[in-house]
T-cell receptor, first 114, second 109 residues
Framework: DSGVTQTPKHLITATGQRVTLRCSPR?????VYWYQQSLDQGLQFLIQ???????AKGNILERFSAQQFPDLHSELNLSSLELGDSALYFC?????????????FGQGTRLTVV | GQSLEQPSEVTAVEGAIVQINCTYQ??????LSWYQQHDGGAPTFLSY????GLEETGRFSSFLSRSDSYGYLLLQELQMKDSASYFC??????????FGTGTRLQVFP
């Protein structure tokens, strides 16, 4: 158990809908990262937050947004969903050193858009 | 920007040694990490190199050459349970933690 909790584990929704994925980082970790992993693909970096503020942005679609709350949990919002958004979405967290390359991953949310 | 390249697939037999290479391009460098991911599972951290040289952790070792922007993960005494995907990851001065494309390792009996 990495200590990172993601909910829900599975999500099935229709095209055009909006969903929210939730992540609780390890206790004490200030950085939260979101990644998208499509079938048999690598981990595509979406966005990173550090202590409530956006730190780095990857190739995140405009239909996607995220935030990190004062209690450090984070949410990833996906709207106007398309079939191609079906993927495994991972959240990861790391300790307070921003330069860390050791991240702890949650078990992921498997999103299926039908 | 940042990019990492790895072979897409490697195969080996139980008990063998396998090396997974990673070359990277990044502005600024704060270390190269390796992660293991079993099918359907979450990536788990294996090792980290900030300085040149070899780091050993049990059956796994990781090497870094900053001058060559190159590293590798060495897996010894392969076991069936080592069948998984292996990712290298790097953080540059953009603060993004970027992962390579992943190498699928298949271990055969």
């Amino acid at each position: 158990d990495s200590g990172v909790t993601q909910t829900p584990k599975h999500l099935i929704t229709a095209t055009g809908q909006r969903v929210t994925l939730r992540c609780s980082p390890r206790s004490g970790d200030l950085s939260v990262y979101w990644y998208q992993q499509s079938l048999d693909q690598g981990l595509q970096f979406l966005i990173q937050y550090y202590n409530g503020e956006e730190r780095a942005k990857g190739n995140i679609l405009e239909r996607f947004s995220a935030q990190q709350f004062p209690d450090l949990h984070s949410e990833l919002n996906l709207s106007s969903l398309e079939l191609g958004d079906s993927a495994l979405y991972f959240c990861a967290s790391s300790v307070d050193q921003v330069r860390d390359t050791e991240a702890f991953f949650g078990q992921g949310t498997r999103l299926t858009v039908v | 920007g940042q990019s990492l390249e790895q072979p897409s697939e490697v195969t080996a037999v139980e008990g063998a040694i396998v090396q997974i290479n990673c070359t990277y391009q990044t502005s600024g460098f704060y270390g190269l990490s390796w992660y293991q991911q079993h099918d359907g599972g979450a990536p788990t951290f294996l090792s980290y190199n900030a300085l040149d040289g070899l780091e050993e952790t049990g059956r796994f070792s990781s090497f870094l050459s900053r001058s060559d922007s190159y590293g590798y993960l060495l897996l010894q005494e392969l076991q069936m349970k080592d069948s998984a995907s292996y990712f290298c990851a790097v953080r540059g001065n953009t603060d993004k933690l970027i992962f390579g494309t992943g190498t699928r390792l298949q271990v055969f009996p």
